[in-house]
């Protein structure tokens, strides 16, 4: 607060000296500061570096190459089989992420959908249940990751729930299927409670008349569901898929730490490919981890242009209503 | 009991139970077990021993082996319940194992050497809690130093977060100039770039003013996010101008302005995003992962995945620091968790 006060009397000259536009300035300028050199600059300089070549970081070091890393990306025999593509890491993540989102958004949707439903109904303590689904919402992916690493080892609780009950005990995370299945789940465990708590708030905004009036004409709870809660959810249920689908794209920390991308490739997704080579690798190449970022970053610009859409016609709606 | 019992079994219309009511409970218990389970066992398993850890089938509560003096052995000698070949059985302490044969002797009578073989045996254990795992990472490793870089970067981060957020949405609600939905635009327009695609250049933009491995280097790049300009611009559009030209008639400068009533105004709004802030900092792992490349700068999180990382992953330590590192997390969960979903629920934020 002293702070604050000191700085009056200078900032008081200054506003007499540009009036209050200069004030605007002012107080805009320490964000568009940081703003501009970590967010605009990078944005602008990952085309440039997107067109060079080498291993040198800075951009003065690098040789201008022009489309060529995208050439590398794009030179494949067959884009379905990332064995005949000259960048089989490329399209093996690529072709590793899209799996992993179609089967982490409809999981996740699913299991939000049903606790939400759940969550809506009458019951004793709602704010402990909610709670109690949005807790690993808060953890890190690292501690996430590695809870999960510690019960699906050889020695873990899965193994020893299965052994209780003489089913077959695995190293989980060393087996493709498994390890795989494993990142979705663990994904959908550490980000469904936030998706739950968007469609839940959308059903505590579905009016309650509409309800009762469907209870009074005798109406099935089934056909209640798909004729009012659904239609009305619509536009909350649509955010949630378009959110979690931008989130899913972009998938690395938990699955990093619970599997390292193995076994082999099998768990690797494109945003560890772009860290791997961009940075961890012994033949780290930059450039074409800024191509290849260019590429992840079209399908997030779209899908977030469809959800900003999607958002404003919410907002059209809400205003009209 | 019947209160209690009617309280929580209550359910939809009259008697009977709908098979609705038993999926909830099914869904809502299993939820339970499911989500905060994990977590628990965690917990559980940080108390216990590296060789407990390696057993299987593992206990939930952490056990450790039963020790006695006995007189003649310099160390503490582990205890054993054994079966004698006559049947009787008695405790006894191990003085030493060669192959499958145990050589073991009576506390209260050490003279004798008593051979047995191990499968006649069965350790004798105790509840105990290995808060050496706690220690000694504490103590001797780098953990303090990562605790200390992650307090830091996270405190740092939130306070210039709220400074700087709040004043360009001060600027950008409350005043008119010429470029200012331009402004606007480039702000919500950067909410769909996740730094995971600007990796490369910012990188080299870090390294180049001299930040790289730096702990100013995780914090700054962090710091203008879109979403709490956003946030906090939309919060104070609700703050009536009216109360802003009073002011200004007695003479504020717009810069009292700003934190003798805009902030406090703004309070509900501030405290929201600084909880967001705070959680976002402290989880933090790519970017630093890029960034930061000796062990001196390491944030908790990078310090966290490399000790799993190695060969050799000493999971009695691993797991005693996740907990820690937990800590803080929980410590918002507990207190603030009303707050945080309601805010999620209305504003569809992170």
Avoid at chain 1, 86 to 112: G, P, Y
Avoid at chain 1, 295 to 301: D, E, I, Q, T
Avoid at chain 2, 247 to 275: F, G, K, T
Wanted: hydrophobic share 50%; with cysteine.
């Amino acid at each position: 607060m002293w702070l604050a006060a000191l700085l009056n009397p200078p900032l008081k000259a200054w506003q007499r000296a540009t009036g209050t536009g200069g004030m605007a300035a002012f107080f805009l300028a320490p964000n568009m500061a940081i703003f501009g050199v970590f967010v605009l600059i990078p944005l602008v300089m990952n085309f440039f570096y997107s067109m060079t070549s080498g291993s040198a970081y800075f951009l003065a070091d690098r040789t201008f190459v022009g489309l060529e890393q995208y050439g590398r990306l794009l030179d494949c025999g067959n884009y379905l089989d990332p064995g005949t593509c000259r960048e089989d890491l490329f399209w093996k993540a690529a072709q590793n992420t899209a799996i992993f989102v179609f089967f982490q958004v409809s999981l996740m949707t699913l299991t939000a959908m049903i606790t939400a439903l759940i969550l809506n109904r009458k019951i004793a303590g709602r704010g402990f249940w909610r709670a109690v689904f949005f807790f690993p919402v808060l953890l890190s992916p690292v501690v996430v990751g590695l809870i999960w690493r510690w019960i699906l080892q050889r020695q873990g609780l899965l193994n020893y729930v299965l052994y209780t009950f003489g089913a077959d005990t695995h190293d989980w995370l060393t087996e493709r299927l498994p390890a795989f299945t494993a990142a979705v789940s663990v994904s959908v465990w550490a980000h469904m409670g936030f998706f739950t708590l968007i469609l839940l708030a959308g059903l505590q905004a579905i009016p309650r008349d509409l309800y009762e009036a469907a209870e009074m004409d005798g109406t099935k709870p089934a056909r209640v569901f798909w004729r009012i809660t659904l239609p009305l959810l619509m536009p909350n249920l649509l955010v949630v898929i378009v959110l979690s689908l931008i989130r899913a794209v972009q998938i690395f920390d938990e699955v990093y730490v619970l599997t390292g991308g193995g076994p082999g490739t099998s768990t690797m997704y494109l945003t560890q490919y772009i860290y791997e080579v961009g940075f961890a690798s012994l033949l780290r190449n930059p450039g074409l981890a800024a191509a290849a970022s260019i590429m992840m970053g079209l399908v997030l610009v779209v899908l977030t242009l469809v959800q900003l859409g999607l958002g404003r016609r919410n907002e059209q709606k809400g205003a009209r209503e | 009991m019947s209160a209690v019992s009617k309280f929580l079994f209550r359910r939809r219309g009259g008697n009977g139970w709908h098979w609705t009511d038993i999926v909830t409970w099914v869904w809502l218990i299993g939820g339970l077990i499911i989500m905060f389970g994990p977590a628990l066992w965690l917990v559980f398993s940080s108390f216990k021993s590296p060789a407990q850890l390696a057993e299987f089938p593992p206990t939930i509560l952490p056990y450790v082996s039963q020790q006695a003096e006995v007189e003649g052995y310099d160390k503490p000698l582990n205890l054993y319940d054994v079966t004698l070949p006559d049947g009787s059985t008695r405790v006894l302490a191990e003085v030493r194992r060669i192959g499958i044969v145990a050589q073991m002797v009576d506390p209260a009578d050490p003279g004798e050497i008593i051979k047995v073989n191990i499968a006649e045996r069965t350790p004798v254990r105790e509840i105990g809690f290995a808060t050496e795992n706690y220690v000694t990472p504490l103590e001797s490793n780098d953990f303090l130093l990562y605790l200390r870089n992650s307090v830091f970067v996270t405190l740092m981060a939130t306070l210039i977060t709220l400074i700087t957020n709040s004043m360009a949405a001060f600027a950008l609600s409350k005043y008119k100039f010429r470029g200012r939905d331009a402004v606007l635009m480039l702000i919500v327009g950067t909410l769909m770039v996740p730094l995971s695609v600007l990796l490369v250049p910012l990188y080299s933009v870090v390294s180049a003013v001299g930040l790289y491995n730096s702990l100013w280097g995780v914090i700054l790049p962090t710091v203008a996010t879109p979403t709490g300009v956003f946030l906090l611009r939309q919060y104070m559009l609700t703050i009536p101008d009216e109360l802003l030209d009073a002011a200004r008639m007695d003479n504020a400068s717009e810069w009292q302005i700003y934190w003798r009533i805009v902030l406090p105004l703004a309070a509900p709004a501030l405290a929201v995003l600084a909880i967001f802030s705070v959680v976002w900092r402290w989880n933090d792992f790519l970017w630093p992962l890029v960034v930061l490349s000796s062990k001196e700068v390491y944030t908790l999180q990078v310090g966290l995945n490399t000790y799993a990382g190695e060969l050799n992953v000493q999971w009695h330590y691993i797991l005693a620091m996740t907990v820690v590192t937990m800590i803080p997390v929980v410590l918002v969960f507990v207190f603030l968790q009303r707050f945080i979903t309601s805010g999620i629920a209305g504003s569809g934020l992170k």
